[in-house]
């Protein structure tokens, strides 16, 4: 393993320990130090084609980690931390696409229930949080289905890309709208107990895989 992912897992742990404990005052300082790791170490990784994506994803979401620490300040610092994370996620789809890949036709069936899977997610997610976005609904909208989008594309990459690199980005990509989906209920919705360690714990795990 990559020392430099080593290093991401013990920041992560000691940084996660700390929300855990009750010490997000403390916690706050070491937030911009994680994805730093993940960057390095994917820069420092053998050549492949579609190395450039991975880490402009990984660049842009370190940036709207930085701008989100700020979004107790004001609406905009929300929006902009949501923009950076939206060309992150595009970035992501981009990168997907370009693996290679031979669809399974075999796969079609369990495909099309992913995508109607997600769909569900999307329509009953933008349903319970609607009516509490305010003037939020066209960008948490566009969000919403980007970020649906990126999963729907690891999904058919599940069926055609080499084990196990196909479960794990899998996984990845379900840990993200996880931790999406729970800070979009805590924020707009209904509080949530211990949402701040189960966003980043979720969010962590899915930049790792």
Not at 29 to 39: E, G, H, N
Not at 44 to 71: N, R, T, V, Y
Not at 166 to 177: P, S
Request: aromatic share 20%; net charge positive; proline share 4%.
């Amino acid at each position: 393993m990559n020392s430099f992912l080593k290093y991401f897992l013990v920041v992560s742990f000691f940084y996660l320990s700390l929300i855990l404990v009750g010490q997000e005052n403390v916690a706050w300082y070491f937030k911009p130090l994680l994805l730093p790791f993940l960057i390095i170490a994917t820069y420092e990784s053998k050549p492949f084609e579609s190395k450039k994506w991975l880490l402009l994803g990984l660049f842009f979401s370190w940036i709207g980690d930085i701008i989100l620490m700020f979004a107790d300040k004001g609406e905009l610092y929300f929006i902009f931390g949501l923009l950076s994370f939206l060309v992150a996620h595009l970035l992501f789809i981009v990168l997907f696409l370009k693996q290679n890949s031979v669809f399974n036709s075999r796969k079609t069936t369990l495909f099309g229930i992913g995508i109607l899977a997600v769909l569900a997610y999307l329509i009953s997610m933008l349903w319970l949080l609607f009516p509490m976005l305010g003037d939020l609904k066209a960008p948490v909208s566009i969000y919403a289905a980007t970020i649906s989008v990126m999963l729907i594309v690891a999904i058919k990459g599940y069926f055609s890309w080499q084990k196990p690199t196909n479960a794990v980005i899998l996984i990845g990509a379900i840990f993200f709208v996880t931790s999406d989906s729970i800070l979009a209920i805590n924020k707009f919705y209904s509080p949530l107990p211990s949402a701040s360690f189960l966003i980043m714990f979720t969010y962590s795990v899915a930049q790792y895989l």
